[in-house]
T-cell receptor, first 114, second 112 residues
Framework: DTGVSQNPRHKITKRGQNVTFRCDPISEHNRLYWYRQTLGQGPEFLTYFQNEAQLEKSRLLSDRFSAERPKGSFSTLEIQRTEQGDSAMYLC????????????FGQGTRLTVV | QQQVKQSPQSLIVQKGGISIINCAYE??????FPWYQQFPGKGPALLIAIRPDVSEKKEGRFTISFNKSAKQFSLHIMDSQPGDSATYFC???????????FGKGTMLLVSP
């Protein structure tokens, strides 16, 4: 395990369909974050977990979005009834809670809604 | 309200030159300031980071200068190389939840 892994890398879906992305964090990291990045912008925070508990959600996370982290390991991000505005790169990051530790990002999942 | 402002939006530097990217923040509670490098189609990779009680940190060709009173920090890339061509993001971390607030990014092109 050398880093944060995200699958799929790319997803093209039709408007109105549901999509689910998966993130596998670095194994000893107990914090997991989801960010969204649109073209020409920096990543924006969506939500984060500490172990299996979802502790915070951004206002960006509409009710069509849901995230889970069962057993405090991998996480999934589901988008229901996708819209064209959901097209973006979805990034997952993980870190340790203790100490001044860095967040390590995965390669991201590029979502295109057509 | 953008909490971290980054400039310039794009930068062209000749090989061997110095690349300088600036960021300003508003929230004095931020406790950690990383810089990330991102290549097209890839996730951001941590480059270098600094705490607010330090005024400068150097790692190889990369230096962060931090001015706490002005609420500004900058990334200097010495002897810039074509392989440094990427988008650079500054960020600031919230101590309550360790979430990062990013700047909008600087697209750096180092010409051969």
């Amino acid at each position: 395990d050398t880093g944060v892994s995200q699958n799929p890398r790319h997803k093209i879906t039709k408007r109105g369909q549901n999509v689910t992305f998966r993130c596998d964090p670095i194994s000893e990291h107990n914090r997991l974050y989801w960010y969204r990045q649109t073209l020409g912008q920096g990543p924006e925070f969506l939500t984060y977990f500490q172990n299996e508990a979802q502790l915070e959600k951004s206002r960006l996370l509409s009710d069509r979005f849901s995230a889970e982290r069962p057993k405090g390991s991998f996480s999934t991000l589901e988008i229901q009834r996708t819209e064209q505005g959901d097209s973006a790169m979805y990034l997952c990051a993980s870190s340790l809670v203790e100490g001044l530790t860095e967040a390590f990002f995965g390669q991201g999942t590029r979502l295109t809604v057509v | 309200q953008q909490q971290v402002k980054q400039s310039p939006q794009s930068l062209i530097v000749q090989k061997g030159g110095i690349s300088i990217i600036n960021c300003a923040y508003e929230n004095t509670a931020f406790d950690y300031f990383p810089w990330y490098q991102q290549f097209p189609g890839k996730g951001p990779a941590l480059l270098i980071a600094i705490r607010p009680d330090v005024s400068e940190k150097k790692e190889g060709r990369f230096t962060i200068s931090f001015n706490k009173s002005a609420k500004q920090f900058s990334l200097h890339i010495m002897d810039s190389q074509p392989g440094d061509s990427a988008t650079y993001f500054c960020a600031a971390r919230s101590p309550q939840n360790s979430t990062l607030t990013f700047g909008k990014g600087t697209m750096l092109l180092v010409s051969p």
